[in-house]
Protein backbone atom coordinates (compact mmCIF):
# COMPACT_ATOMS: atom_id res chain seq x y z
CA UNK A 1 0.00 0.00 0.00
CA UNK A 2 2.85 2.41 0.69
CA UNK A 3 4.85 1.88 -2.20
CA UNK A 4 1.28 2.05 -4.20
CA UNK A 5 1.25 5.34 -2.59
CA UNK A 6 5.10 6.40 -3.35
CA UNK A 7 3.95 5.82 -6.85
CA UNK A 8 0.75 7.02 -7.50
CA UNK A 9 3.20 10.41 -5.76
CA UNK A 10 6.08 10.92 -7.75
CA UNK A 11 3.38 10.18 -11.29
CA UNK A 12 1.20 13.32 -9.55
CA UNK A 13 4.35 15.43 -9.04
CA UNK A 14 5.29 14.96 -12.69
CA UNK A 15 1.64 15.87 -13.77
CA UNK A 16 1.85 18.87 -12.22
CA UNK A 17 5.21 19.43 -13.58
CA UNK A 18 3.61 19.10 -16.90
CA UNK A 19 0.74 21.25 -15.76
CA UNK A 20 3.09 24.08 -14.92
CA UNK A 21 5.72 23.56 -17.64
CA UNK A 22 4.39 26.38 -20.17
CA UNK A 23 3.97 28.79 -16.85
CA UNK A 24 7.28 28.84 -16.32
CA UNK A 25 8.89 29.01 -19.17
CA UNK A 26 6.46 32.40 -19.47
CA UNK A 27 9.25 34.56 -17.10
CA UNK A 28 12.47 33.08 -18.57
CA UNK A 29 11.82 34.23 -21.85
CA UNK A 30 10.66 37.31 -20.99
CA UNK A 31 13.84 38.14 -19.61
CA UNK A 32 15.71 36.61 -22.09
CA UNK A 33 17.93 38.76 -24.50
CA UNK A 34 16.75 37.59 -28.06
CA UNK A 35 14.22 37.75 -30.09
CA UNK A 36 13.33 34.29 -30.74
CA UNK A 37 11.84 32.17 -28.30
CA UNK A 38 14.35 29.26 -28.26
CA UNK A 39 17.46 27.82 -26.66
CA UNK A 40 20.21 28.53 -25.90
CA UNK A 41 19.47 31.53 -23.79
CA UNK A 42 21.07 34.55 -24.68
CA UNK A 43 21.56 36.75 -21.67
CA UNK A 44 20.02 38.33 -18.71
CA UNK A 45 17.45 41.72 -20.10
CA UNK A 46 14.54 43.62 -18.70
CA UNK A 47 14.13 45.82 -22.04
CA UNK A 48 10.84 44.25 -23.24
CA UNK A 49 9.53 45.25 -20.04
CA UNK A 50 10.17 48.88 -20.89
CA UNK A 51 9.07 48.72 -24.42
CA UNK A 52 5.69 47.32 -22.73
CA UNK A 53 5.86 50.52 -20.98
CA UNK A 54 5.88 52.58 -24.08
CA UNK A 55 3.38 50.90 -26.10
CA UNK A 56 -0.07 53.21 -26.28
CA UNK A 57 -2.22 50.88 -27.73
CA UNK A 58 -1.22 48.63 -24.78
CA UNK A 59 -2.44 50.61 -22.15
CA UNK A 60 -5.17 50.96 -23.51
CA UNK A 61 -6.08 47.02 -23.92
CA UNK A 62 -4.72 47.17 -19.98
CA UNK A 63 -7.74 49.83 -19.51
CA UNK A 64 -10.69 48.38 -21.50
CA UNK A 65 -9.90 44.75 -19.26
CA UNK A 66 -9.91 46.19 -16.11
CA UNK A 67 -13.39 47.84 -16.92
CA UNK A 68 -14.80 44.92 -18.54
CA UNK A 69 -13.16 42.56 -15.33
CA UNK A 70 -14.38 45.19 -12.68
CA UNK A 71 -17.84 45.19 -14.05
CA UNK A 72 -18.22 41.70 -14.85
CA UNK A 73 -17.07 40.75 -11.35
CA UNK A 74 -19.99 42.79 -9.86
CA UNK A 75 -22.57 42.26 -11.91
CA UNK A 76 -21.84 38.13 -11.85
CA UNK A 77 -21.24 38.38 -8.49
CA UNK A 78 -24.67 39.90 -7.36
CA UNK A 79 -26.68 37.50 -9.67
CA UNK A 80 -24.94 34.38 -8.33
CA UNK A 81 -26.00 35.66 -5.02
CA UNK A 82 -29.67 35.69 -6.03
CA UNK A 83 -29.19 32.03 -7.42
CA UNK A 84 -27.25 30.89 -4.96
CA UNK A 85 -29.42 31.92 -1.90
CA UNK A 86 -32.55 31.15 -3.64
CA UNK A 87 -31.10 27.06 -4.87
CA UNK A 88 -29.69 26.65 -1.36
CA UNK A 89 -32.40 27.47 0.98
CA UNK A 90 -35.82 27.14 -0.85
CA UNK A 91 -37.46 24.56 -2.59
CA UNK A 92 -39.73 24.97 -5.79
CA UNK A 93 -41.40 23.35 -8.80
CA UNK A 94 -38.37 23.60 -11.67
CA UNK A 95 -35.49 24.52 -9.58
CA UNK A 96 -33.47 21.76 -11.57
CA UNK A 97 -34.24 23.09 -14.93
CA UNK A 98 -33.75 26.45 -14.19
CA UNK A 99 -30.36 26.23 -12.41
CA UNK A 100 -29.43 24.17 -15.39
CA UNK A 101 -30.18 27.30 -17.48
CA UNK A 102 -28.21 29.22 -15.44
CA UNK A 103 -25.18 26.68 -15.32
CA UNK A 104 -25.18 25.83 -19.14
CA UNK A 105 -22.36 28.00 -20.03
CA UNK A 106 -20.22 25.92 -18.50
CA UNK A 107 -19.99 23.18 -20.52
CA UNK A 108 -21.22 25.18 -23.65
CA UNK A 109 -18.61 25.49 -25.88
CA UNK A 110 -17.55 29.18 -26.19
CA UNK A 111 -17.42 29.70 -29.56
CA UNK A 112 -21.55 28.69 -29.11
CA UNK A 113 -21.81 31.36 -27.13
CA UNK A 114 -19.72 33.95 -28.53
CA UNK A 115 -21.47 33.20 -31.61
CA UNK A 116 -25.18 33.36 -30.38
CA UNK A 117 -24.83 36.69 -28.33
CA UNK A 118 -22.81 38.14 -31.79
CA UNK A 119 -26.22 37.03 -34.17
CA UNK A 120 -28.84 38.12 -31.10
CA UNK A 121 -26.95 41.88 -30.80
CA UNK A 122 -26.33 42.00 -34.55
CA UNK A 123 -30.01 41.12 -35.35
CA UNK A 124 -30.89 43.94 -33.06
CA UNK A 125 -28.48 46.86 -34.27
CA UNK A 126 -26.61 46.83 -30.86
CA UNK A 127 -23.41 48.67 -31.38
CA UNK A 128 -20.42 46.25 -30.23
CA UNK A 129 -18.28 47.38 -27.64
CA UNK A 130 -17.31 46.92 -23.89
CA UNK A 131 -20.63 46.91 -22.61
CA UNK A 132 -21.32 44.27 -25.08
CA UNK A 133 -18.45 41.95 -24.02
CA UNK A 134 -19.55 42.99 -20.01
CA UNK A 135 -23.00 41.81 -20.54
CA UNK A 136 -21.13 38.49 -22.28
CA UNK A 137 -18.65 37.40 -19.48
CA UNK A 138 -21.36 38.10 -16.72
CA UNK A 139 -23.44 35.01 -18.38
CA UNK A 140 -20.22 32.95 -18.41
CA UNK A 141 -19.16 33.90 -15.12
CA UNK A 142 -22.06 33.65 -12.92
CA UNK A 143 -22.13 30.09 -13.16
CA UNK A 144 -18.16 30.10 -11.57
CA UNK A 145 -19.33 32.55 -9.16
CA UNK A 146 -22.62 30.48 -7.90
CA UNK A 147 -20.30 27.12 -7.56
CA UNK A 148 -18.37 29.44 -5.03
CA UNK A 149 -21.31 31.01 -3.44
CA UNK A 150 -23.52 28.11 -2.91
CA UNK A 151 -20.93 26.08 -1.08
CA UNK A 152 -20.75 29.60 1.15
CA UNK A 153 -24.65 29.41 1.31
CA UNK A 154 -25.10 25.36 1.41
CA UNK A 155 -23.32 25.12 5.12
CA UNK A 156 -25.41 28.45 6.87
CA UNK A 157 -26.84 26.83 9.79
CA UNK A 158 -30.68 28.12 9.63
CA UNK A 159 -31.30 28.48 13.08
CA UNK A 160 -29.15 31.26 13.14
CA UNK A 161 -31.45 33.09 10.38
CA UNK A 162 -34.55 32.08 12.55
CA UNK A 163 -33.23 33.12 15.98
CA UNK A 164 -33.17 36.72 14.36
CA UNK A 165 -36.84 36.36 12.77
CA UNK A 166 -37.72 35.99 16.31
CA UNK A 167 -35.57 38.65 17.79
CA UNK A 168 -37.73 40.96 15.93
CA UNK A 169 -35.73 41.43 12.59
CA UNK A 170 -36.92 41.84 9.23
CA UNK A 171 -36.14 39.63 6.28
CA UNK A 172 -33.06 42.57 4.75
CA UNK A 173 -31.51 43.17 8.37
CA UNK A 174 -31.46 39.63 9.01
CA UNK A 175 -29.76 39.29 5.40
CA UNK A 176 -27.44 41.89 6.25
CA UNK A 177 -26.90 41.42 10.13
CA UNK A 178 -26.79 37.56 9.73
CA UNK A 179 -26.20 35.95 6.30
CA UNK A 180 -23.79 38.71 4.78
CA UNK A 181 -21.22 38.70 7.43
CA UNK A 182 -20.77 34.56 7.01
CA UNK A 183 -20.94 34.75 3.34
CA UNK A 184 -18.62 37.31 2.81
CA UNK A 185 -15.61 35.68 2.12
CA UNK A 186 -17.33 33.51 -0.31
CA UNK A 187 -18.51 36.67 -2.21
CA UNK A 188 -14.83 38.47 -1.93
CA UNK A 189 -13.78 35.08 -3.64
CA UNK A 190 -16.35 34.93 -6.25
CA UNK A 191 -15.57 38.42 -7.09
CA UNK A 192 -11.64 37.71 -7.54
CA UNK A 193 -12.26 35.13 -9.49
CA UNK A 194 -14.79 36.34 -11.82
CA UNK A 195 -12.03 39.45 -12.64
CA UNK A 196 -10.10 36.60 -13.34
CA UNK A 197 -11.91 34.71 -15.74
CA UNK A 198 -13.15 38.03 -17.57
CA UNK A 199 -9.23 39.22 -17.51
CA UNK A 200 -8.17 35.97 -19.61
CA UNK A 201 -11.34 35.64 -21.92
CA UNK A 202 -10.18 36.09 -25.09
CA UNK A 203 -13.30 34.34 -27.57
CA UNK A 204 -16.38 36.25 -26.52
CA UNK A 205 -14.49 39.46 -25.93
CA UNK A 206 -12.98 39.03 -30.16
CA UNK A 207 -16.30 38.16 -31.08
CA UNK A 208 -18.48 40.67 -29.81
CA UNK A 209 -15.73 43.56 -28.55
CA UNK A 210 -16.18 45.38 -31.73
CA UNK A 211 -13.05 48.25 -32.28
CA UNK A 212 -12.58 48.04 -28.42
CA UNK A 213 -9.52 45.38 -27.41
CA UNK A 214 -9.13 44.01 -24.15
CA UNK A 215 -5.59 42.38 -23.01
CA UNK A 216 -6.67 38.92 -24.68
CA UNK A 217 -7.44 40.28 -27.92
CA UNK A 218 -4.68 42.33 -27.85
CA UNK A 219 -2.13 39.81 -27.20
CA UNK A 220 -3.76 37.49 -29.73
CA UNK A 221 -3.31 40.39 -32.59
CA UNK A 222 0.51 40.93 -31.69
CA UNK A 223 0.83 36.81 -31.62
CA UNK A 224 0.97 37.51 -36.20
CA UNK A 225 4.60 39.66 -35.30
CA UNK A 226 7.35 37.58 -34.88
CA UNK A 227 9.02 40.72 -33.25
CA UNK A 228 6.22 41.76 -31.21
CA UNK A 229 6.66 38.24 -29.54
CA UNK A 230 9.45 38.84 -26.87
CA UNK A 231 7.00 41.86 -25.51
CA UNK A 232 4.06 39.68 -25.47
CA UNK A 233 6.20 37.34 -23.34
CA UNK A 234 6.73 40.23 -20.97
CA UNK A 235 2.80 41.64 -21.18
CA UNK A 236 2.00 38.03 -20.53
CA UNK A 237 4.11 37.05 -17.64
CA UNK A 238 2.23 40.24 -15.72
CA UNK A 239 -0.87 38.71 -16.65
CA UNK A 240 -0.04 35.41 -15.09
CA UNK A 241 1.37 37.07 -12.19
CA UNK A 242 -1.52 39.19 -11.69
CA UNK A 243 -3.91 35.92 -11.98
CA UNK A 244 -1.93 33.89 -9.43
CA UNK A 245 -1.62 36.60 -6.70
CA UNK A 246 -5.71 37.08 -7.33
CA UNK A 247 -6.35 33.35 -7.00
CA UNK A 248 -4.40 32.91 -4.20
CA UNK A 249 -6.26 35.96 -2.20
CA UNK A 250 -9.47 34.25 -3.94
CA UNK A 251 -8.76 30.57 -2.42
CA UNK A 252 -7.78 32.40 1.16
CA UNK A 253 -11.36 33.96 1.46
CA UNK A 254 -13.11 31.08 0.05
CA UNK A 255 -11.01 28.72 2.79
CA UNK A 256 -11.70 31.59 5.35
CA UNK A 257 -15.64 31.16 4.68
CA UNK A 258 -15.94 27.55 4.56
CA UNK A 259 -14.19 27.82 8.49
CA UNK A 260 -16.45 30.77 9.31
CA UNK A 261 -19.52 28.40 8.56
CA UNK A 262 -18.66 25.75 9.99
CA UNK A 263 -18.39 23.47 6.95
CA UNK A 264 -16.44 20.93 5.69
CA UNK A 265 -14.18 21.66 3.42
CA UNK A 266 -14.43 20.00 0.38
CA UNK A 267 -11.51 21.71 -1.40
CA UNK A 268 -11.36 23.13 -4.98
CA UNK A 269 -13.43 25.50 -6.69
CA UNK A 270 -16.11 24.25 -8.62
CA UNK B 1 -58.30 41.96 5.43
CA UNK B 2 -58.27 38.68 3.72
CA UNK B 3 -56.18 39.07 0.71
CA UNK B 4 -53.45 40.92 2.97
CA UNK B 5 -53.09 37.88 4.69
CA UNK B 6 -53.19 35.86 1.32
CA UNK B 7 -50.27 38.04 -0.03
CA UNK B 8 -48.88 37.58 3.79
CA UNK B 9 -48.75 33.80 3.22
CA UNK B 10 -47.41 34.02 -0.36
CA UNK B 11 -44.84 35.97 0.60
CA UNK B 12 -43.74 33.45 3.33
CA UNK B 13 -43.98 30.60 0.96
CA UNK B 14 -40.56 28.98 -0.22
CA UNK B 15 -41.72 28.76 -3.39
CA UNK B 16 -42.25 32.22 -3.73
CA UNK B 17 -39.26 32.69 -2.30
CA UNK B 18 -37.08 30.86 -4.51
CA UNK B 19 -38.93 32.03 -7.42
CA UNK B 20 -38.70 35.97 -6.29
CA UNK B 21 -34.81 35.51 -5.95
CA UNK B 22 -33.74 33.24 -8.41
CA UNK B 23 -35.73 35.65 -11.16
CA UNK B 24 -33.07 38.07 -11.71
CA UNK B 25 -30.61 35.34 -12.77
CA UNK B 26 -32.75 33.33 -14.49
CA UNK B 27 -33.89 36.32 -16.53
CA UNK B 28 -30.45 37.00 -17.65
CA UNK B 29 -29.86 33.92 -18.69
CA UNK B 30 -33.01 33.67 -20.43
CA UNK B 31 -31.98 37.04 -22.37
CA UNK B 32 -28.50 36.59 -23.02
CA UNK B 33 -28.24 32.52 -23.78
CA UNK B 34 -31.66 30.70 -24.16
CA UNK B 35 -33.05 34.15 -26.35
CA UNK B 36 -29.60 34.01 -28.58
CA UNK B 37 -29.47 30.21 -28.74
CA UNK B 38 -33.22 30.49 -30.15
CA UNK B 39 -31.79 33.12 -32.78
CA UNK B 40 -29.15 30.96 -33.64
CA UNK B 41 -31.76 27.74 -34.54
CA UNK B 42 -34.20 30.45 -36.50
CA UNK B 43 -31.27 31.82 -38.76
CA UNK B 44 -30.08 28.19 -39.46
CA UNK B 45 -33.41 28.13 -41.32
CA UNK B 46 -33.53 31.60 -43.00
CA UNK B 47 -32.00 32.54 -46.34
CA UNK B 48 -28.87 34.62 -46.62
CA UNK B 49 -28.98 37.97 -47.57
CA UNK B 50 -26.57 39.27 -50.64
CA UNK B 51 -25.81 42.73 -48.31
CA UNK B 52 -23.70 42.64 -45.59
CA UNK B 53 -24.95 41.08 -42.43
CA UNK B 54 -28.02 40.77 -44.18
CA UNK B 55 -31.03 37.82 -43.71
CA UNK B 56 -33.91 37.19 -46.20
CA UNK B 57 -36.12 36.14 -43.68
CA UNK B 58 -37.67 32.62 -46.12
CA UNK B 59 -37.69 29.43 -44.40
CA UNK B 60 -35.17 26.75 -46.21
CA UNK B 61 -33.74 23.55 -45.31
CA UNK B 62 -30.61 24.77 -48.21
CA UNK B 63 -28.14 25.69 -45.17
CA UNK B 64 -28.66 22.34 -43.58
CA UNK B 65 -28.59 20.65 -46.68
CA UNK B 66 -25.08 22.11 -47.36
CA UNK B 67 -23.52 21.32 -44.12
CA UNK B 68 -24.32 18.15 -44.12
CA UNK B 69 -23.61 17.16 -47.80
CA UNK B 70 -20.25 19.49 -48.36
CA UNK B 71 -17.39 17.08 -48.54
CA UNK B 72 -15.24 19.68 -46.75
CA UNK B 73 -17.75 20.39 -43.92
CA UNK B 74 -18.02 16.74 -43.17
CA UNK B 75 -13.97 16.20 -43.25
CA UNK B 76 -13.32 19.14 -40.63
CA UNK B 77 -16.46 17.76 -38.51
CA UNK B 78 -15.00 14.37 -38.18
CA UNK B 79 -11.60 15.85 -37.60
CA UNK B 80 -13.08 18.02 -34.68
CA UNK B 81 -14.72 14.90 -33.25
CA UNK B 82 -12.09 12.85 -33.82
CA UNK B 83 -9.63 15.54 -32.06
CA UNK B 84 -11.80 15.58 -29.26
CA UNK B 85 -12.44 11.65 -28.41
CA UNK B 86 -8.69 11.56 -28.48
CA UNK B 87 -8.28 14.60 -25.98
CA UNK B 88 -11.29 12.68 -24.01
CA UNK B 89 -9.20 10.09 -23.32
CA UNK B 90 -5.95 11.18 -22.71
CA UNK B 91 -7.69 14.23 -19.91
CA UNK B 92 -9.12 11.53 -18.47
CA UNK B 93 -6.79 8.64 -18.42
CA UNK B 94 -4.34 10.56 -17.51
CA UNK B 95 -6.42 12.30 -14.36
CA UNK B 96 -7.67 9.76 -12.70
CA UNK B 97 -4.51 8.40 -11.09
CA UNK B 98 -3.83 11.86 -9.96
CA UNK B 99 -7.15 12.15 -8.49
CA UNK B 100 -7.12 8.84 -6.98
CA UNK B 101 -3.54 9.94 -5.50
CA UNK B 102 -5.03 13.14 -3.97
CA UNK B 103 -8.45 11.26 -2.75
CA UNK B 104 -6.70 8.41 -1.76
CA UNK B 105 -3.04 9.10 -0.51
CA UNK B 106 -2.81 12.61 0.77
CA UNK B 107 -3.78 14.07 4.18
CA UNK B 108 -7.14 15.71 4.52
CA UNK B 109 -5.87 19.11 5.50
CA UNK B 110 -3.88 19.05 2.63
CA UNK B 111 -6.22 17.66 0.02
CA UNK B 112 -7.32 21.80 -0.75
CA UNK B 113 -3.95 22.56 -1.41
CA UNK B 114 -3.67 20.12 -3.46
CA UNK B 115 -6.27 21.08 -5.88
CA UNK B 116 -5.49 24.31 -5.61
CA UNK B 117 -2.43 23.50 -7.37
CA UNK B 118 -3.62 21.72 -9.78
CA UNK B 119 -6.45 24.25 -10.97
CA UNK B 120 -4.25 27.49 -11.13
CA UNK B 121 -2.76 26.75 -14.77
CA UNK B 122 -5.94 26.29 -15.61
CA UNK B 123 -7.45 29.78 -14.22
CA UNK B 124 -4.22 31.70 -15.54
CA UNK B 125 -4.84 32.94 -19.26
CA UNK B 126 -6.07 29.81 -22.22
CA UNK B 127 -4.89 32.27 -24.91
CA UNK B 128 -1.06 32.42 -23.23
CA UNK B 129 -0.92 28.79 -22.84
CA UNK B 130 -1.97 27.90 -26.05
CA UNK B 131 0.51 29.97 -27.42
CA UNK B 132 2.95 28.89 -25.08
CA UNK B 133 2.71 25.31 -26.73
CA UNK B 134 3.42 26.45 -30.18
CA UNK B 135 6.77 28.30 -28.86
CA UNK B 136 7.84 24.90 -27.00
CA UNK B 137 6.31 22.12 -29.90
CA UNK B 138 7.20 24.45 -32.70
CA UNK B 139 9.86 23.84 -35.56
CA UNK B 140 12.62 26.25 -34.01
CA UNK B 141 10.97 25.82 -30.36
CA UNK B 142 11.88 25.13 -27.51
CA UNK B 143 12.23 21.29 -27.30
CA UNK B 144 13.60 21.11 -30.71
CA UNK B 145 16.30 23.72 -29.97
CA UNK B 146 16.92 22.53 -26.69
CA UNK B 147 17.36 19.04 -27.76
CA UNK B 148 19.80 20.53 -30.52
CA UNK B 149 21.73 22.75 -27.82
CA UNK B 150 22.51 19.72 -25.81
CA UNK B 151 23.07 17.92 -28.77
CA UNK B 152 20.62 15.04 -28.80
CA UNK B 153 19.57 15.97 -32.04
CA UNK B 154 21.25 17.51 -35.35
CA UNK B 155 17.81 18.06 -37.38
CA UNK B 156 15.06 19.49 -35.59
CA UNK B 157 11.81 16.80 -35.13
CA UNK B 158 8.80 17.63 -36.89
CA UNK B 159 6.65 15.17 -35.88
CA UNK B 160 5.82 17.34 -32.73
CA UNK B 161 5.31 20.40 -34.89
CA UNK B 162 1.89 21.53 -36.51
CA UNK B 163 0.05 18.48 -36.55
CA UNK B 164 -3.34 16.92 -35.24
CA UNK B 165 -1.26 15.43 -32.73
CA UNK B 166 0.32 19.01 -31.26
CA UNK B 167 -3.49 19.87 -31.11
CA UNK B 168 -4.89 16.98 -29.06
CA UNK B 169 -1.34 17.49 -26.55
CA UNK B 170 -2.50 21.28 -25.84
CA UNK B 171 -6.16 20.75 -25.38
CA UNK B 172 -4.82 17.70 -22.97
CA UNK B 173 -3.03 20.07 -21.38
CA UNK B 174 -5.97 22.65 -21.06
CA UNK B 175 -8.72 20.74 -20.13
CA UNK B 176 -6.85 18.71 -17.42
CA UNK B 177 -8.28 20.21 -13.72
CA UNK B 178 -12.14 19.40 -15.96
CA UNK B 179 -11.21 15.95 -15.68
CA UNK B 180 -9.73 15.86 -12.22
CA UNK B 181 -12.13 17.44 -10.28
CA UNK B 182 -15.24 15.51 -10.91
CA UNK B 183 -13.34 12.04 -10.41
CA UNK B 184 -12.25 13.57 -7.09
CA UNK B 185 -15.49 14.17 -6.14
CA UNK B 186 -16.83 10.75 -6.71
CA UNK B 187 -13.67 9.10 -4.98
CA UNK B 188 -14.38 11.32 -2.15
CA UNK B 189 -17.86 9.90 -2.24
CA UNK B 190 -16.85 6.37 -1.83
CA UNK B 191 -17.30 5.06 1.72
CA UNK B 192 -13.70 3.27 2.70
CA UNK B 193 -15.31 0.59 4.90
CA UNK B 194 -16.60 -1.36 1.39
CA UNK B 195 -12.88 -1.26 0.47
CA UNK B 196 -11.53 -2.82 3.67
CA UNK B 197 -14.67 -5.61 3.35
CA UNK B 198 -13.76 -5.72 -0.44
CA UNK B 199 -10.09 -6.70 1.01
CA UNK B 200 -11.90 -8.63 3.90
CA UNK B 201 -13.54 -11.21 1.61
CA UNK B 202 -10.34 -12.36 0.16
CA UNK B 203 -10.45 -9.20 -3.15
CA UNK B 204 -6.67 -8.39 -4.14
CA UNK B 205 -6.37 -4.41 -4.15
CA UNK B 206 -6.43 -4.97 -7.51
CA UNK B 207 -9.91 -6.45 -8.22
CA UNK B 208 -11.13 -4.49 -5.02
CA UNK B 209 -10.25 -1.36 -7.24
CA UNK B 210 -11.70 -3.27 -10.98
CA UNK B 211 -15.15 -4.26 -8.49
CA UNK B 212 -15.90 -1.73 -6.31
CA UNK B 213 -13.40 1.38 -6.72
CA UNK B 214 -14.18 1.92 -10.20
CA UNK B 215 -17.51 1.35 -10.50
CA UNK B 216 -18.48 3.55 -7.66
CA UNK B 217 -15.81 6.06 -8.96
CA UNK B 218 -17.83 6.17 -12.59
CA UNK B 219 -20.44 8.90 -11.97
CA UNK B 220 -17.16 11.28 -11.73
CA UNK B 221 -15.80 9.24 -14.67
CA UNK B 222 -19.06 10.38 -17.03
CA UNK B 223 -19.04 13.93 -15.89
CA UNK B 224 -15.46 14.81 -16.76
CA UNK B 225 -16.19 12.53 -19.80
CA UNK B 226 -18.96 14.94 -20.51
CA UNK B 227 -17.30 18.24 -19.18
CA UNK B 228 -14.21 17.77 -21.66
CA UNK B 229 -15.47 16.13 -24.71
CA UNK B 230 -18.00 18.90 -25.34
CA UNK B 231 -16.24 22.19 -24.91
CA UNK B 232 -13.05 20.55 -26.56
CA UNK B 233 -15.43 19.86 -30.21
CA UNK B 234 -16.33 23.83 -30.71
CA UNK B 235 -12.53 25.28 -29.44
CA UNK B 236 -11.40 27.90 -31.41
CA UNK B 237 -7.89 29.22 -30.09
CA UNK B 238 -5.91 25.91 -30.23
CA UNK B 239 -6.11 24.98 -33.71
CA UNK B 240 -6.45 28.60 -34.58
CA UNK B 241 -3.12 29.13 -33.12
CA UNK B 242 -1.07 25.45 -32.87
CA UNK B 243 -2.73 24.84 -36.35
CA UNK B 244 -1.61 28.07 -38.06
CA UNK B 245 -4.92 28.18 -39.23
CA UNK B 246 -3.88 24.95 -41.61
CA UNK B 247 -6.19 22.45 -40.02
CA UNK B 248 -9.46 23.99 -39.03
CA UNK B 249 -12.09 22.73 -37.06
CA UNK B 250 -15.46 22.54 -37.12
CA UNK B 251 -15.49 26.22 -34.28
CA UNK B 252 -12.99 27.47 -36.76
CA UNK B 253 -15.31 26.96 -40.17
CA UNK B 254 -18.54 28.61 -38.42
CA UNK B 255 -16.20 32.03 -36.98
CA UNK B 256 -15.53 31.80 -40.90
CA UNK B 257 -18.66 31.51 -41.64
CA UNK B 258 -20.22 34.10 -39.16
CA UNK B 259 -17.20 36.86 -39.77
CA UNK B 260 -15.19 36.74 -43.09
CA UNK B 261 -17.86 34.94 -45.36
CA UNK B 262 -20.55 36.37 -44.00
CA UNK B 263 -23.18 33.77 -44.17
CA UNK B 264 -25.09 34.19 -41.15
CA UNK B 265 -27.73 31.20 -41.98
CA UNK B 266 -24.87 28.82 -43.16
CA UNK B 267 -22.65 29.62 -39.96
CA UNK B 268 -25.67 28.71 -37.56
CA UNK B 269 -26.62 25.69 -39.37
CA UNK B 270 -23.12 24.23 -39.23
CA UNK B 271 -23.20 25.50 -35.38
CA UNK B 272 -26.71 23.88 -34.54
CA UNK B 273 -25.69 20.37 -36.23
CA UNK B 274 -22.03 19.97 -34.27
CA UNK B 275 -24.11 20.59 -31.54
CA UNK B 276 -27.26 18.08 -32.11
CA UNK B 277 -23.99 15.74 -33.25
CA UNK B 278 -22.36 16.58 -29.76
CA UNK B 279 -25.64 16.01 -28.02
CA UNK B 280 -26.44 12.36 -29.37
CA UNK B 281 -23.34 11.14 -28.59
CA UNK B 282 -23.21 12.34 -25.10
CA UNK B 283 -26.35 11.43 -24.75
CA UNK B 284 -25.27 7.80 -25.81
CA UNK B 285 -22.41 7.93 -23.33
CA UNK B 286 -24.71 8.33 -20.66
CA UNK B 287 -27.52 5.77 -21.71
CA UNK B 288 -24.57 3.23 -22.07
CA UNK B 289 -23.15 4.03 -18.33
CA UNK B 290 -26.86 4.10 -17.06
CA UNK B 291 -26.25 1.09 -14.32
CA UNK B 292 -23.21 3.04 -12.62
CA UNK B 293 -24.93 6.52 -12.71
CA UNK B 294 -28.17 4.41 -10.78
CA UNK B 295 -25.48 3.50 -8.02
CA UNK B 296 -27.21 4.99 -4.62
CA UNK B 297 -24.93 7.04 -2.52
Known amino acids: MKSQGNGLRLYAILYLAFLYAPIFLLPIFSFNDGTIIAFPLKGFTTKWFAVMAEKGQLHQAVINSLIVAGSTAILATTLAIFAARASTRFEFKGKGAIMAMIMLPLVLPEIIVAMAILVILLQMGVGLGLTTIILGHTLICTPFAIAILSAAFQSLDKSLEEAAYDLGEGKFSTFRLIILPLVLPGIISSLLISFTISMDEFILAAFIGGTSPTLPVYIYSQLRFPKEIPVIMAVATCLVAVSIVLLIIAEYFRRRGVAKTGGKDSGGFL | ?297
Do not use: C
Not at chain 2, 256 to 282: F, H, R, T, Y
Open chain 2, 1 to 297: MTQRSNWGRLTRSPAFNGYALISPTALYALLLLAAPLATVVYLSFQTDGSGVREVIHQFTLRNYLEAWTDPIYRAIMQRSLFVSFMVTLATVVLAFPVAYFVSFHVAPNKKSLWLFLITIPFWTSYLVRVFLWKVILGYNGVINSGLKSIGLIDDPLTWINVNVGAIVMTLAHAYAPFAILPIFVALEKIDRSLLEAGRDLGESALMTFWRVTLPLAMPGVVGAVLIVFIPTVGDYVTPDIIGGGKIPLIANVIQKQLLAIDNMPLGSAVAVSAMLIVGVISAVFVLANARFLRVKK
